[in-house]
């Protein structure tokens, strides 16, 4: 079984820039996530999709961050326009349902200069 | 508001003894607790996990063990194996539609 995908795996943008990454689940998962995580921190999580609908984005900055989940497979994570702060790893992970069962992606590193 | 917490960065284990990561929450709504596993370059792999009704889960070497009382949570690596060697989090639950991670603890097992 394919594990999820994301890309690009790597990411340098300089601050104001616009940025996107994207992510395929794992074929027949329903739930999908999008977390951040910073140097040295956990990761957090910005949005969690059930299908193609939003179940939680209270930590998603929706001033900058917007993400997207068409058909309810692949989605994608935009930032608009990213700041130096957003510099971290994006991991994107699914599971067959809202469940602790994730599987995670080997995430995107992105640097903001 | 961190409400997950790993205090320990590192931890340091020879082959073959026992590690014991520890983990404090601070919300009591928590009802399901969770330990990934980390190596680098690579995302989180689910460990095992421990629900707020139990005080003890089991999975081979790996055992979680929660205290309610204390907000407490540790997960026991037995006996401790060089591949074992990673980054852990702790992480917290609430009707799995939010998650809360710890910073993570990096476990060395040395040969």
């Known amino acids: 079984e394919a594990g999820v995908a994301q890309s690009p795996r790597y990411k340098i943008i300089e601050k104001r820039q616009s940025v996107a990454f994207w992510c395929n689940p794992i074929?027949?998962?329903?739930?999908l996530y999008w977390y951040q995580q910073i140097l040295g921190q956990g990761p957090k999580l910005l949005i969690q999709?059930?299908?193609?609908?939003?179940?939680?984005d209270s930590q998603l900055p929706k001033d900058r961050f917007s993400a997207e989940r068409l058909k309810g497979v692949d989605s994608t994570l935009k930032i608009q326009p990213a700041k130096l702060e957003d510099s971290a790893v994006y991991l994107c992970?699914?599971?067959?349902?809202?469940?602790?069962?994730?599987?995670f992606g080997p995430g995107t590193r992105l640097t903001v200069t | 508001d961190q409400q997950v917490k790993q205090n320990s960065p590192s931890l340091s284990v020879q082959e073959g003894r026992i590690s014991i990561l520890n983990c404090d929450y601070t919300?009591?709504?928590?009802?399901?607790f969770l330990w990934y596993k980390k190596y680098p370059a690579e995302g989180p792999t689910f460990l095992i996990s421990?629900?707020?009704?139990?005080d003890k889960n089991e999975d081979g070497r790996f055992t979680v063990f929660l205290n309610k009382s204390a907000k407490h949570l540790s997960l026991h690596i037995v006996p401790s194996q060089p591949g074992d060697s990673a980054v852990y989090f702790c992480?917290?639950?609430?009707?799995?539609?939010?998650?809360?991670f710890g910073s993570g603890t990096k476990l060395n097992v040395k040969p």
């Open positions: 421990i629900s707020s009704i139990k």
């Open positions: 074929s027949g998962h329903a739930t």
């Open positions: 999709f059930q299908n193609n609908g939003v179940v939680d």
């Open positions: 992970a699914s599971s067959v349902s809202p469940s602790y069962e994730q599987y």
């Open positions: 992480a917290a639950s609430i009707t799995f539609n939010k998650f809360y």
């Open positions: 919300n009591s709504m928590f009802d399901y």
